[in-house]
Structure formats: structure tokens, C-alpha cells
């Protein structure tokens, strides 16, 4: 719903015409992905923080990285904030001057709407897009590319059915981290042999 080809964000990324933006959506459902697929895809330099861990020392230093880069390659840096309602508003404050002046792409992820959750001055500058929870067919897509392409879930040699691909899927409740979760799980206590209701 956000990048087939003619919206907004697809238009912006296959163009490499970025934008500071916010990606709000439910747990899981790749918006720390999608920020990484922008930067590859872009060929821009990439930099993640968490605001459960980080404080304004950390931003200030990436700030400092993303001019240098800047100048000596001529590249430009994405900052990926994750969780970023958790910074209080000073915190969200100090992104405002780097924003502005092209230091950064700021792509803050959140859970919470960010009408309430984010300040203003820096909502004013960035676009907000909402991801939607995924469904089950999408989480059984993202199994079976894990069970098909993830290097120790392959050396495992275990097969799985379609009927637990399913109820992983369901009791993940549109979370594909914790689909993954239960799916490396259940293989690591199956071992080597077929993943099924038994």
C-alpha cells in the first residue's frame, strides 16, 4: 500500500528524491526494514538509533558523521530513529537544525500516533506514513522465504507444513518479528526432521 508504483513514497525513493519522514505502524511490520531497503536502494549512507538507549550525545555525534560523509564523498546519511515517541520534546528538538539544513534524512519509526507523540516543529517537517498490520497470508510468505533463504534455518534440514506455517502465522497476530521468533524456535526444539501438528 505504500510502494507500488505510483504512490507518494515509491515516486520519492525510485526518483532519490528523500524526504524526513515518519513510519508509523503496529510492531513488526518492517519499519526498520523498510528504512534499510530505502538507503540501499538510494545508495545513501545509513545510521540507526534507538530512543530507549540513545540521548542527545548520540544524535549530536551522528550529526557530526553525516557532514563529514557530506563532505569528503559527497554522500548523504539517513538516521533512523526507532522508537522515537520516546524521545522527550528537547531530544526531538535537536534533529530540527540537521533536518532543515540536509545533514540528515530523518526516518523516525513509532507505535504510537504521532499527532500525540511527536512535537510539532518536527512533525511540520517530515511526512508520516502509516504501514498496516500484515495478515496472515503476508506472514506465511515471510516463513517460508525465512525457511528458504536464512542460512542456519536452512542448515537445520527440517520441513515444515503448510497447516503449522499457518497457525505460526496466526498466533503471531500480525507480527512478522514474532513469527520468526516462534519459527526458530519450534525449529531449534524439532531438530532435524518435519515441523508438523504432532
Not at 532519490?16 to 538510494?42: E, F, N, R, Y
Not at 545533514?103 to 518536527?122: K, R
Not at 498466533?171 to 531438530?191: F, H, K, P, Q, Y
Request: proline share 3%.
Amino acid at each position: 500500500h505504500l510502494l507500488a508504483i505510483g504512490k507518494p513514497l515509491r515516486e520519492a525513493i525510485d526518483s532519490s528524491q528523500l524526504h524526513s519522514m515518519i513510519l508509523w505502524g503496529p510492531p513488526g511490520v518492517g519499519k526498520t526494514t523498510l528504512a534499510k531497503l530505502i538507503a540501499k536502494v538510494c545508495d545513501v549512507e545509513f545510521k540507526s538509533v534507538s530512543a530507549v538507549l540513545a540521548g542527545v550525545k548520540d544524535i549530536r555525534e551522528v550529526f557530526t558523521f553525516a557532514k563529514e560523509v557530506r563532505k569528503s564523498a559527497g554522500r548523504r546519511t539517513l538516521l533512523f530513529v526507532d522508537e522515537v515517541h520516546r524521545f522527550n520534546k528537547s531530544q526531538q528538538d535537536a534533529f530540527l537544525p540537521s533536518v532543515e539544513d540536509g545533514t540528515i534524512i530523518f526516518i523516525g519509526a513509532t507505535t504510537e500516533n504521532p499527532s500525540f507523540a511527536l512535537n510539532n516543529a518536527l512533525l511540520s517537517r517530515a511526512r508520516i506514513y502509516k504501514l498496516e498490520s500484515l495478515n496472515t497470508d503476508h506472514l506465511v510468505i515471510i516463513l517460508n522465504q525465512a525457511i528458504n533463504r536464512d542460512f542456519e534455518l536452512r542448515q537445520k534440514s527440517f520441513k515444515v507444513s503448510g497447516e503449522i506455517l499457518q497457525a505460526i502465522a496466526y498466533s503471531a497476530d500480525g507480527d512478522a518479528r514474532r513469527a520468526l521468533n516462534i519459527l526458530e524456535v519450534a525449529s531449534d526444539m524439532c531438530g532435524e526432521g518435519e515441523l508438523t501438528d504432532a
